[in-house]
């Protein structure tokens, strides 16, 4: 996997390897690969996408682009500020969320938290997942936690939609 660029599927399969045997230094090994892979391509996406938004003539949609790419690559803050910036008109449901999510995920949880009940107040529910709702009980918003999760029961009721409140 690692000779052909499927970094993910590598370090998934590596992982799986080590949580069976702790000991794999091959595995471990492999492991380290994968994410070191993982980060060069991330690198790379993130280069491209900030010579784009730098460019003369550079667009809303290559700022939208870079932020992306700072989210994929782990620059949360960088990328919620970005999203930030963007005009109204190009803040989708998932675009509103990743700000959010970047956020929660940087320690921020104020902010995060501040954009989450904005969501939720707007009368939208994003695409919600059990994942958003953990994350901001874990920040000690449960409440906000529940009004989510809840409401993304209402969207869509399922199995996993109504364990995520419990």
Known sequence: HIQVGRFHDAQTLAEQRI???GNDAEAAALRDQAVKGLTGLAAQKVAAAEAAAKAAGATDQDRLALADAYFGAGSYVDA????????????????RLRPARALAWSSHPTAAARLYADLLSAGSTPAVKPQDGRTLSAMGSSALALRLLTGD?????STPAARAPA
């Open 19 to 21: 949580a069976s045997d």
């Open 80 to 95: 919620a500020d970005l999203y930030g910036r963007l005009p109204k008109e190009m803040r989708t449901r998932e675009v």
């Open 153 to 157: 029961y209402s969207a869509e009721p």
